[in-house]
């Protein structure tokens, strides 16, 4: 274990102990060997170390720390910032993004879909173009859903032409555009610093951002759409509302799953890649 190595935040977050005071748990990536190290700090070191530190993306260095014998633990009392990684996309970013999603849905040629959701966009055009995709696996960062948004758009526009017409265009860019659109609640994101905490209040009203993307598009009217929005998270115990692995499912339910999966794997996934 070489103890003066870069390492790179993947994920930060804070809650309260068993006494009451409060804790963080940090997970890093070894810039030099792609291993994974959890981190935990008290609340005396968390009161000495700025938060901004912590945002995913950043290239820090534990300055002080006790390590397990596997060194993939570490009690962390202090931290040198490396190198700080951006907030995500800035302002003209966004827009550019954003105007791209608005032309793929001025494409549309079923006139009801096409003023959903592009009244459903224009409604939350300010939470979608900073929101993030995820809080730690995926797209983490400000404007990461947008980005994400477009690159399932952009590869479901790939795979069209081999689904043989059993997905019209419209309903399958459609569904790219609003398979996480609960995430712009699911998520909040702090500006200044790029953290990013889940809304507890949202989980308590909604469980998960499939239910209220599937709720959002059945209450309009558009069956097929909530319905792979539905299963889009594959199985029941990774937040399906379908789990995939049920038999008899026509073949619409499986797509938007794996265009979604593609860009969480390979797309723009981590701040410093866009």
């Not at 081999?162 to 609960?182: F, P, R, W």
């Amino acid at each position: 274990m070489d103890l003066t190595s870069n390492y790179q935040v993947i994920n930060f977050s804070t809650g309260p102990t068993k006494a009451g005071t409060k804790m963080g748990k940090l997970q890093l990536k070894n810039l030099s060997d792609e291993t994974i190290l959890n981190c935990v700090l008290w609340e005396e070191a968390l009161g000495r170390i700025d938060e901004k530190v912590f945002r995913p993306g950043n290239t820090i260095k534990i300055k002080t720390g006790t390590y397990n014998e596997q060194f993939n633990n570490c009690n962390v009392s202090a931290i040198t910032l490396v190198e700080e990684a951006k907030l995500g996309l800035d302002e003209a970013q966004q827009k550019e993004y954003y105007d791209k999603l608005i032309s793929y849905v001025d494409n549309f040629t079923d006139v009801k879909l096409k003023d959903f959701v592009k009244k459903t966009l224009s409604q939350n055009e300010e939470l979608f173009k900073t929101a993030p995709a995820a809080k730690a696996m995926h797209h983490n960062y400000l404007g990461g859903l947008l980005v994400h948004t477009v690159e399932c758009v952009e590869i479901a526009q790939t795979v069209l032409p081999k689904l043989n017409g059993k997905i019209s265009s419209d309903e399958l860019v459609a569904a790219s555009i609003l398979h996480d659109i609960g995430k712009i609640f699911e998520y909040n994101i702090n500006k200044e610093t790029g953290l990013i905490e889940l809304n507890e209040q949202f989980e308590k009203d909604w469980i998960t951002h499939s239910q209220y993307g599937f709720t959002l598009c059945m209450g309009a009217g558009f069956d097929r759409i909530a319905k792979m929005i539905a299963a889009h998270h594959g199985r029941a115990d990774w937040g399906a509302m379908i789990d995939l692995d049920k038999r008899g499912l026509e073949p619409f339910y499986y797509v938007i799953h794996h265009i979604d999966d593609l860009s969480a794997k390979f797309g723009k996934i981590t701040v410093n890649e866009i």
